[in-house]
Structures are given as structure tokens and as C-alpha cells.
């Protein structure tokens, strides 16, 4: 159980992050409007899965986003038209497809990386080196935890092959 400290603490943070969000969502409202070629959050989620990890079957990406299958699906079918996504045959099975990022949605996935990272770089110019090195590796572990937490909350039943028989 954790301490009335502990969960004064909690709430603390449960209170920036929803300040963070929807600072963020806010932000991204603003610069989706402002440019032609920016990509709704959750698409560019997809999109760079794709151009970083490389070609992969809808169900695998849905799993490295950590999502179904049937729910990227939209985002798919939107980076598809846009040009960003492509469908192949997969190398291994014909008769599946692996989804693809074009040339042109490596383009807008690294024209949007840049714009991140300038407006990041910007804000955080006034942070001494160490605070803007502590932001990026406690994120990085929160956002660790937070995935590994999940997990550990909803395990992956074992795979068929794994399970022993029953009588």
C-alpha cells in the first residue's frame, strides 16, 4: 500500500501530466493547422514504426503500438491515400501484405521528426545540460515502467504451442 506521502506525490505528477497533454494536444492543433503536411498523432505513431523498424504485416505493427489490428486500420487506410504507406506482398507468405512507408512518408515523417525537435530544442535552451539530459532519461524510464506495468497487468496468454495439455 503506498504512504499518504506516496500518493501525494502521485497526485503531483498525475496532475502535471494532464497539464502536459493537453498543453500538447493544444500545440499539435495548432501546427496540424498551420501545415499541410502534418500528420494526425495517431498516424504518425504508425508512420514511424514503419519508416524506423522497417516493413511489417498490419498485426505486427498493431502489437508494437500496442493496439488491434482492426483499430489502425483508419490510420492506415488515411496514410495509404496520402501516399505515406504502401501495401506489398509479404516475401514470406503471398498471401499476406506488408505495409510499407513510401518515400514521400519517410519525407514527411522526418519533416515533422525536425519540427519536434527544433520546437523541443527551443524550449528547453534555457535548461542546463544536466536537467535537459535527466528530462530525457526519466521520461524514457517513466515511459518504460508505464509499458512494462501494462504488461505485467494484462500478460500475453502463451502461445498454443506452450500450453500443456489438459485432460
Not at 498551420?34 to 514504426?49: F, I, M
Amino acid at each position: 500500500m503506498p504512504s499518504e506521502h506516496e500518493l501525494a506525490v502521485a497526485d503531483g505528477v498525475g496532475s502535471a501530466m494532464i497539464r502536459l497533454v493537453r498543453l500538447i494536444e493544444r500545440k499539435r492543433d495548432r501546427y496540424q493547422a498551420e501545415n499541410p503536411s502534418a500528420v494526425e498523432r495517431a498516424a504518425y505513431h504508425l508512420l514511424a514504426h514503419l519508416v524506423l523498424d522497417g516493413p511489417r504485416r498490419a498485426s505486427a505493427l498493431a502489437e508494437a503500438v500496442h493496439s488491434d489490428p482492426s483499430t489502425i486500420s483508419r490510420q492506415i487506410a488515411g496514410l495509404v491515400k496520402l501516399g505515406y504507406v504502401e501495401r506489398t506482398a509479404d516475401p514470406d507468405d503471398g498471401r499476406a501484405t506488408q505495409l510499407a512507408a513510401t518515400a514521400e512518408g519517410r519525407r514527411v515523417f522526418e519533416e515533422n521528426r525536425q519540427a519536434r525537435n527544433h520546437n523541443l530544442a527551443e524550449l528547453l535552451a534555457g535548461w542546463s545540460e544536466e536537467d535537459r539530459l535527466a528530462l530525457r532519461d526519466l521520461l524514457g524510464r517513466f515511459a518504460g515502467d508505464l509499458e512494462n506495468l501494462d504488461r505485467l497487468r494484462h500478460p500475453l496468454p502463451p502461445p498454443p504451442g506452450d500450453r500443456l495439455p489438459t485432460r
